[in-house]
């Protein structure tokens, strides 16, 4: 009995260090999917001219880029001049997603989705976001819920 518990011991402990195939082991993080939230920013290297893009941690990180991009391509700035005033996940009303258009229909149902301001030069660009990353601009004199969405 003493021989097979020092073999199953053995095996057990034989069996805890084997690696699959195919998996090697890595100095750094494991990279993270694009639509998770980034829990840190990234580090700046020395070789970076440009202050790194801090992405808020409630939205993620895919869908903050998409929306700094459209930002930065319509004032002519560049990303890393562009301040964030708000970013946070929100519960839409309805498929207008707080930014209704005279004589448009829109889905009567809560959307999920995210709310991202963002300033440049002084100008605002209010981004209302559907949870599966589209969105669209909403100007402010189209905006009907100036203190958020509920």
Do not use: N
């Not at 976001?129 to 100036?146: A, H, I, N």
């Amino acid at each position: 009995m003493l021989i097979c518990a020092v073999a199953l011991a053995a095996a057990c402990g034989a069996a805890a260090t084997t690696h699959s195939p195919g998996l090697t082991a890595t100095s750094g993080p494991t990279p993270r999917p694009p639509d998770m939230p980034l829990e840190t920013p990234p580090a700046a290297t020395a070789a970076a001219a440009t202050v790194p893009v801090v992405v808020p941690d409630a939205i993620p990180v895919a869908i903050f880029e998409s929306v700094l991009a459209e930002a930065a391509r319509l004032s002519g700035d560049p990303a890393d001049e562009i301040a964030t005033v708000r970013a946070e996940p929100a519960v839409w009303p309805d498929g207008s997603l707080g930014c209704p258009r005279p004589d448009e229909m829109y889905t009567q149902a809560l959307v999920d989705g995210y709310w991202v301001v963002l300033e440049a030069d002084g100008v605002p660009y209010d981004f209302r976001v559907r949870s599966d990353g589209t969105f669209k601009l909403c100007p402010q004199s189209e905006s009907t819920d100036p203190d958020g969405p509920y």
